[in-house]
């Protein structure tokens, strides 16, 4: 059983900054892509940046220069720093896990999604 679950979302004005942090416990043998969605209402799920376990990282055009994305290996934690919020950043942000789990001695891949956390940015 593995969990991932996100914090850090809140109301901001326009040009402000917030830090979300994602965390992935339970039975994880290992952790490949860590990555970052946002959905607004009545648009499709995006994605905003990912990580691999090496650090390698890619971000959507919109947000580059303005999000970072990191991670720690040790904490299975992914983080998601945004700055010069925008208000069309606003959306419900979720993380993905792709995690290999042990099972009968081998290891498998599943991709585990969090609860999503709201990201408000008044104009």
């Known amino acids: 059983q593995v969990q991932v679950v996100e914090s850090g979302g809140g109301l901001v004005q326009a040009g402000g900054s917030l830090r979300l942090s994602c965390a992935a416990s339970g039975s994880i043998f290992s952790i490949n892509d860590m990555r970052w969605y946002r959905q607004a209402p009545g648009k499709q799920r995006e994605l905003v940046a990912s990580i691999t376990s090496s650090s390698r990282i890619n971000y959507a055009d919109f947000v580059k220069g303005r999000f970072t994305i990191s991670r720690d290996n040790a904490k299975n934690t992914v983080y998601l720093q945004m700055n010069d919020l925008k208000p069309e950043d606003t959306a419900v942000y979720y993380c993905?896990?792709?995690?290999?789990?042990?099972?009968?001695?081998?290891?498998?891949?599943?991709?585990?999604w969090g609860q999503g956390t709201q990201v408000t940015v008044s104009s």
């Open positions: 993905n896990a792709h995690v290999q789990v042990l099972e009968y001695g081998r290891t498998f891949q599943y991709s585990y």
